[in-house]
């Protein structure tokens, strides 16, 4: 689609399912680069749809807007991105995404055992956490965050 016709912003909006005023919000966190048509009115090119999308999905999964403007300032401006651009910054972001997958699977399977919190109020943290050596380590659910209860025991 040329530049000139562009997408309007209630499109977007219908498209994507965010109200007008989100879509405003990500321009503004510069997710978007909109322009003006003769008559003054804000156009997208139709593949800030999967910009959008992208966005949306990020967040799903925790990221936040400075996070996600960093994986899509590689992608070109002014033109509709290739599948290759696509694919250069699909690289960073799955080595992110696994990251997170392996946290929610650590969460998963040991949110009913010791995290390493230091709350100390399981039978177990006594055994995986002792007197919280976890602390040493630094704040924060010393577990989940990859450090091993056996490495703690030991030190």
Not at 29 to 42: D, H, I, S, T, Y
Not at 100 to 118: A, S, V
Request: aromatic content about 8%.
């Amino acid at each position: 689609m040329a530049k000139q016709a562009g997408v309007a912003i209630g499109y977007l909006s219908e498209r994507t399912g965010l109200a007008v005023s989100a879509i405003r919000y990500y321009e503004a966190q510069g997710l978007l680069e909109p322009w003006r048509n003769a008559g003054g009115q804000r156009r997208f090119h139709r593949a800030d749809i999967r910009r959008l999308s992208f966005v949306m999905i990020a967040q799903q999964f925790g990221f936040s807007l400075p996070e996600i403007r960093s994986f899509l300032k590689d992608l070109p401006g002014g033109r509709t991105p290739t599948p290759e651009d696509w694919a250069r910054i699909s690289t960073g972001f799955r080595s992110h995404l696994d990251a997170r997958i392996e946290t929610l699977q650590k969460l998963r399977d040991n949110l009913d055992g010791c995290i390493g919190c230091g709350c100390l109020s399981l039978p177990k943290c006594k055994l995986y956490n002792p007197e919280d050596r976890a602390a040493q380590k630094g704040q924060g659910p010393r577990y989940l965050m990859g450090d091993s209860p056996k490495a703690q025991n030991e030190a």
